[in-house]
């Protein structure tokens, strides 16, 4: 069983554009392409300094401030736009008063370092039964097959919280995260491996390898893994915001990192019930959010073209191809947002 | 053609029935005890083993999976204590928490859960073969560049957050849309739809961006086939020819697609129903997995993993009879 | 025990707060006795009409045997009549027992063990057929039957021979301790001497039902109705509801229920952010709704504070009930009394409240029985923490207790979003032991998890979050479960977290016990509360107000302490 049509699908044939608009595009998406990068650079660099910057600014991302609350009024932050003030930049958080900006700071630690570490585990276990599953047998193939067929069928935000049920609840929360969804979403780098791997059995260098006597392991590691690199690393760009999405997506659903730590997605989910009362403090998490999943996927869809030259830009931005490649099983695991 | 249908239906029963073992595997593993949670606060150990023996909790997992497949082929009976309650095949069992049979359940909740998914597919397939057609029609201009944008921002956004965002200018804001309440299409067409438009959006904005590139480049490439040159080169009208013939051609993997992205909705409709607060199939799931309602998780997820994988298979076909260039192997 | 009632019997053990908008809240102290001002507009209450109620939990359990509280809570109160009922008035006076199907609150024996009831003249069901005190004892003794489990414990422990009675479907010979000499008379025996037997009897285990027409759990489907309305569907188990009245009931049989509108049309299963967003925008049937088990959440609170037509329709109400930190002196450091006296001092009052929803939807308490006179409310406050706490005489008593260098504990919470023993009240305790020195590690756990360890005797944490609220408003039902030695369930669900098995306080339960001057008895609950407050074994945080939207059109709103929330049979559409 296969998903032609996706990948058919998916495969799509940009414009024939002109030489000068063309060089006039491909400038804007690397213009844009450096804006996102600067971007996610300075968010990481707040991440990593969060406790130096912490101090800096005298900002606990756990200390109360229930002077800054109106109490009678279900804890909504006195003053406008969320309780906004020179030591408070982005305002506090209602119920408690506590600083937002510093708890937004801290909250892109876990969500980089959840998304960072669930694209390492998926690369990880998609390169390794990808290639497996290329370079075996029939039965091997078809067995690894079935299995991310199952994985597909899986609802995985379901599957996600009956796992975050079953571990004890002293396991540290992030690398939960990072397991469960690298163990729920390898699929699809498998898939474009071991399509990947298909194709590339066949070409001569690998063939004479095969042929002249080397092992599997061999010819992965020796053959397989270099060629592949370009088309993980361009797939890694996708995964990386899809994995943020579903980090959130968790702790949205209640089930993500546990308080007092801040997280993004708890942050959005709390700020559910306040966005009549106070929308600032659903607008920063969500605005946060957003630019940073958006900036990773103008930044992947850069690196693609620039990885793969044969590659279109996804968003239609690079450059001409005139024929359609057909790829077998491309990933339809999409993101579970 | 009928043995790759076979052989596609034979593989979704095995893909379903690893599910299901899988299911039972986990949720078997999941701490706490249904016959406490069934039985109610303090009840009083007598009865809790009671419960337990009525849901045949204390058989091991695998008795529990056999008794499970049994129920889905043959039925069920159930003591009601004076009588006989009988849960016609197929049988997902009874709810732990309030003794409802699972299809009852479940054929509560589709209805919602349905609703969401074909409305916000009408609504992505309008806006995403009309924004991909306009785009291709106008390329490189100021539509290509919305367009490229409104991709980004649609493969961007997490649902719950667009969902966030309309509820915040068109609920509070201007007031527009109403807080969404599911009401159902048999009980007020208009109501049904002025409820569900909120969660539609929601799901379409982030849907459509996906079918516009789709059509767009489909598209672009009927029209640079020979037969569109030969068309042009006698003078039928651009208009006529993106209409009827570049459409044509876009429609197929759309259609083929919308089927997949349908079968698949429920894993966005978890997130879309819980911010909306509709009663769905998502929800249903969510708050089974917390009471560890076993049966209610396996029933909606065998249901749902039925629904992408039909819809995986349908796809594939669809696509085979309208395009002849792919081969069913 | 009762949970809030926005959580239905069975959900409450399981965890229900996936609900992710709104959500459960409790509420303030400024306005404590103004509960349910007689509400809507000015002009009297008339017949007629559709009342709609839009609630969050389906009511799955109709059944009289499954339902726990009184009347088997709001809606089901309108089908089912009980032996006694609670007084359907506002405010504290609503927290009497009073007649119901019977002439009185019963008579007792002299020492309280031996109970009997007399039925009222022309008492019908629905059908027009007449109710006989058999079919009341019919009615308590399906409720022993595993099928249709869920009531509240006392019958098993109290009746003669309830502890292994096994049910009519089992026992076809019933149960000998209730008798039926006649047609309008029924006698209890009782093991023990229990004054507030007329409490028990508000309970929906003492509705008639006719043996004949019992269908075991379908029975649920359609009970028989006793009560002003019958039901006429009942579609999506409970999901939907549609009452209309029942001809054979009469106001001259009943002083407590009004029913003043035609038909009750009960919808639930809605999200609670739908249900207040429904009652605040009051467009068509919305106008003349109500919900019986969603409170207004902070944000909510936050929204409709700022609008004074909204505020106007928000209707307040007290339920006996505490949210308090559980100490389990089995484990260590929480055996060292300094220790838990350290930790009540080191409370932060204000920070919690907040996190609960602020002032409005909570009341600091210090003592673990409500303010109310008839729990027996007797204040005290034993290691005052002031407003904020008071870190030094707790780091004062830490150092006596050899932790000078401060104090690592592990405090267990749920991860249901409640506002009570959710991660947000978790966390404001934290921040606040934090000042003295404390250094609190959280575990929280998903909420079934949560309820069968804090439960359990053997798995039982050494602090954590928990909740109580009395089965009825008395302070036996409140203090007994939580310190009597003799309720420490080894192999079930337990409540004494504490383990406490103080021979003083036991005697002293069962001498109020035997009281059947409730007034009486509620004035030595309250002294002897505070009697074991002085042991530390609980830190009380706070009381719970309620806070809850009903349409333009409702007229009539009662909110009676009993219940806390508005109560359905008084309310008027017209």
């Known amino acids: 069983m296969s998903t032609e049509v996706l990948a058919a699908a998916q495969a799509g044939v940009p414009a024939p554009a002109s030489g000068a608009r063309q060089v006039w595009w491909r400038l804007r998406a690397r213009r844009a392409a450096a804006v996102a990068g600067a971007g996610l650079g300075l968010l990481l660099l707040l991440a990593l300094a969060a406790p130096l910057l912490s101090v800096l600014i005298g900002q606990d991302p756990n200390a109360y401030h229930d002077d800054l609350i109106d109490s009678a009024r279900g804890g909504v932050p006195t003053g406008s736009y969320g309780g906004i003030s020179g030591e408070h930049w982005l305002g506090v958080e209602p119920g408690t008063g506590r600083d937002l900006f510093i708890r937004l700071v801290y909250g892109a630690r876990v969500s980089l370092l959840v998304a960072i570490g669930a694209t390492v585990l998926q690369v990880l276990i998609g390169v390794s039964i990808g290639i497996a599953a290329g370079l075996g047998n029939r039965l091997l193939d078809g067995l690894l097959g079935h299995l991310s067929d199952v994985f597909i069928a899986l609802p995985t935000l379901a599957f996600a919280i009956a796992l975050t049920a079953v571990v004890p609840g002293d396991f540290p929360r992030p690398l939960l995260l990072i397991l469960v969804i690298a163990l729920l979403g390898w699929g699809g780098t498998a898939r474009i491996v071991r399509a990947q791997t298909l194709s590339l059995k066949k070409l001569d260098f690998v063939a004479a390898a095969r042929l002249g006597g080397s092992g599997p392991f061999r010819v992965a590691r020796r053959e397989l893994l270099p060629s592949l690199a370009a088309p993980v690393i361009t797939y890694v760009a996708i995964l990386l915001p899809t994995n943020i999405v579903a980090e959130a997506g968790l702790s949205f659903l209640g089930v993500g990192i546990r308080p007092p730590t801040a997280s993004w997605g708890q942050m959005l989910s709390s700020a559910t019930t306040w966005f009549r009362a106070d929308p600032a403090y659903v607008l920063l998490p969500a605005g946060l959010l957003f630019l940073t999943v958006l900036a990773f996927t103008v930044l992947g869809d850069a690196l693609r073209t620039a990885l793969d030259p044969r590659e279109a830009s996804r968003l239609g931005v690079g450059r001409e191809r005139t024929r359609r490649t057909r790829r077998t099983r491309t990933s339809r695991k999409g993101d579970p947002a | 053609m009928t043995s790759y249908v076979l052989r596609r239906a034979a593989g979704a029963v095995l893909v379903l029935f690893v599910l299901s073992v899988v299911v039972y595997a986990v949720f078997y593993a999941v701490p706490g005890d249904p016959a406490k949670l069934a039985c109610g606060p303090r009840c009083n150990p007598a009865q809790i083993a009671q419960v337990r023996d009525q849901l045949q909790l204390d058989d091991p997992l695998y008795t529990r999976y056999w008794h499970f497949l049994q129920g889905l082929f043959a039925g069920h009976d159930y003591s009601t204590g004076t009588g006989v309650l009988h849960c016609n095949a197929p049988c997902f069992g009874l709810s732990y928490q309030n003794d409802q049979q699972v299809t009852e359940l479940i054929s509560q909740r589709l209805p919602v859960t349905a609703s969401l998914g074909f409305g916000a597919m009408v609504l992505w397939l309008v806006l995403g073969i009309g924004t991909g057609l306009l785009s291709a029609l106008r390329r490189g201009g100021t539509t290509e560049r919305v367009l490229t944008w409104f991709t980004l921002a649609g493969t961007a956004t997490p649902v719950f957050i667009i969902g966030l965002l309309l509820l915040m200018v068109f609920c509070a804001q201007l007031q527009w849309l109403p807080f969404p309440s599911y009401v159902p299409l048999t009980e007020s067409p208009e109501q049904w739809a002025w409820n569900m438009l909120l969660p539609w959006i929601a799901l379409a904005l982030i849907e459509a961006a996906k079918y516009a590139r789709l059509t767009r480049s489909s598209v672009l490439e009927t029209l640079a086939d020979d037969h569109i040159r030969t068309f042009r080169a006698y003078g039928v009208s651009e208009r006529a020819i993106v209409g009827r013939h570049a459409l044509r051609g876009a429609l197929p993997p759309v259609i083929a697609l919308s089927a997949l992205d349908l079968g698949s909705i429920f894993g966005s409709a978890m997130l879309t129903e819980t911010l909306f607060g509709l009663p769905g199939l998502g929800q249903l799931m969510v708050h089974a997995v917390r009471d560890i309602d076993l049966p209610v998780v396996v029933g909606v997820v065998l249901v749902t993993g039925a629904a992408v994988v039909i819809a995986n298979i349908i796809a594939d076909l669809l696509y085979a009879a309208t395009d002849r260039r792919v081969t069913l192997t | 025990m009762r949970q809030l009632p926005l959580i239905s019997r069975r959900v409450a053990a399981a965890a229900v707060s996936v609900v992710l908008l709104g959500g459960v809240a409790a509420c303030g102290p400024e306005d404590s006795d103004s509960s349910g001002s007689k509400g809507g507009s000015g002009d009297a209450p008339r017949e007629g009409g559709t009342l709609t109620v839009l609630n969050s939990q389906p009511q799955s359990d109709f059944d009289p045997a499954r339902l726990y509280t009184s009347g088997g809570g ?18 504290p006076a609503g927290a009497k027992v009073v007649p119901d199907l019977a002439t009185d609150i019963g008579k007792p024996s002299k020492n309280a063990t031996v109970w009997t009831y007399t039925l009222k003249d022309d008492l019908k069901y629905e059908d027009g057929s007449k109710i006989t005190t058999a079919d009341i004892k019919y009615g308590i003794e399906r409720s022993f039957a595993a099928e249709l489990s869920g009531g509240a414990p006392y019958l098993r422990d109290w009746l003669v021979g309830g502890d292994s009675y096994e049910g009519p479907y089992k026992e076809k010979k019933g149960l000998d301790s209730i008798e039926t000499p006649d047609e309008k008379t029924i006698v209890f025996h009782l093991r023990k001497p229990e004054g507030d037997f007329p409490y028990l009897a508000t309970g929906t285990q003492f509705a008639p039902v006719p043996k004949a027409k019992d269908t075991g759990t379908g029975y649920e489907k359609h009970p028989i109705s006793s009560g002003p309305y019958k039901v006429v569907k009942n579609s999506g188990d409970g999901e939907r509801l549609l009452l209309e009245r029942n001809a054979h009931w009469s106001d001259k049989t009943d002083a407590e229920r009004h029913a003043y509108p035609d038909t ?74 300094k220790v838990r006296q350290a930790i009540s001092y080191a409370i932060n009052r204000t920070s919690v409240v907040n996190a609960a929803g602020g002032s409005s939807l909570a009341e600091p308490a210090t003592t673990f029985l409500p303010e109310r006179k008839y729990f027996g409310y007797t204040p005290y406050d034993h290691f005052p923490a002031g407003k904020t706490g008071n870190p030094d005489k707790a780091r004062e008593l830490l150092k006596k207790a050899g932790y000078q260098d401060g104090l690592k504990i592990t405090l267990t919470h749920s991860t249901a979003r409640n506002f009570e023993t959710s991660p947000e009240v978790a966390t404001a305790l934290q921040e606040g032991l934090k000042k003295a020195g404390i250094t609190v590690r959280l575990q929280g756990l998903e909420d079934n998890d949560y309820s069968e360890k804090t439960k359990s005797v053997q798995q039982a944490p050494g602090l954590f979050l928990s909740h109580w609220g009395a089965d009825w408003p008395a ?51 309250g002294a002897l509360d505070k009697k074991i407050g002085e042991q530390a074994l609980t830190v009380p945080l706070f009381h719970p107000v309620y806070k809850r939207l009903y349409g333009a059109d409702v007229k009539n709103v009662v909110i009676s302490d009993w219940t806390g929330v508005l109560d359905v049979s008084q309310v008027a559409v017209r």
């Open chain 3, 475 to 525: 302070g036996g039902p409140f203090l007994a479960p939580i310190f009597d030695g003799r309720q420490i369930v080894k192999d079930g669900s337990n409540y004494n977290a504490a383990q406490l098995n103080d021979k003083a306080v036991n005697d002293e339960i069962d001498a109020i016990n035997k009281l059947t001057d409730l007034d009486a008895a509620a004035k030595r609950w």
């Open chain 3, 264 to 337: 009750v049309d009960v919808r639930s299963g809605l999200d609670s952010a739908v249900i207040n967003q429904r009652l605040s925008t009051g467009t068509g049937p919305d106008a003349a709704a109500v919900t019986t088990d969603t409170n207004l959440g902070p944000a909510e609170l936050a929204q409709v504070s700022g609008d004074k037509k909204l505020a106007d329709r928000v209707g307040t109400g007290h339920f006996g009930y505490v949210n308090y930190l559980a100490f389990n002196p089995k484990v260590k450091p929480f055996d060292n009394p």
């Open chain 3, 74 to 91: 709001n809606v089901p109160g309108l089908v089912f009549r009980t032996l006694t009922t609670r007084n359907r008035e506002n405010g």
